[in-house]
Nanobody
Framework: QVRLVESGGGLVQAGGSLRLSCAAF????????MGWFRQAPGKQRELVAK???????NYADSVKGRFTISRDNAKNTVYLQMNSLKAEDTAVYYC????????????????WGQGTQVTVSS
């Protein structure tokens, strides 16, 4: 049974940092594209960052230069280091696995975790 478990969210002041973790069970992250999404109240879920099976990262323009996605294959865990946080980064953050080819839209991802809340106070 595949399960993704996010952790590391919290309340932080603008300009601060957080590191999110996504522990995977029942799948091997190193052979999958893993993505971090976020969803703010009243907004659609959007891709923040992804890391492909070859380790190549990609970022949304809104987080480039501030967020870093990485993975620890031995721990089967994906991380999202978030620096210089802004109020607009406030959202529930989810990790998921890409299961269909095509664009990086939520419908092409599966095995969503329960999410972790990130709140940035200005």
């Amino acid at each position: 049974q595949v399960r993704l478990v996010e952790s590391g969210g919290g309340l932080v002041q603008a300009g601060g940092s957080l590191r999110l973790s996504c522990a995977a069970f029942g799948l091997t992250i190193s052979i999958n594209t893993m993505g971090w999404f976020r969803q703010a109240p009243g907004k659609q879920r959007e891709l923040v960052a992804k890391i492909s099976s070859d380790g190549n990262p990609n970022y949304a323009d809104s987080v480039k230069g501030r967020f870093t996605i990485s993975r620890d294959n031995a721990k089967n865990t994906v991380y999202l280091q978030m620096n210089s946080l802004k109020a607009e980064d406030t959202a529930v953050y989810y990790c998921a696995t890409k299961v269909r080819p095509g664009g990086d839209v939520p419908s092409n991802y599966n095995y969503w975790g329960q999410g972790t809340q990130v709140t940035v106070s200005s």
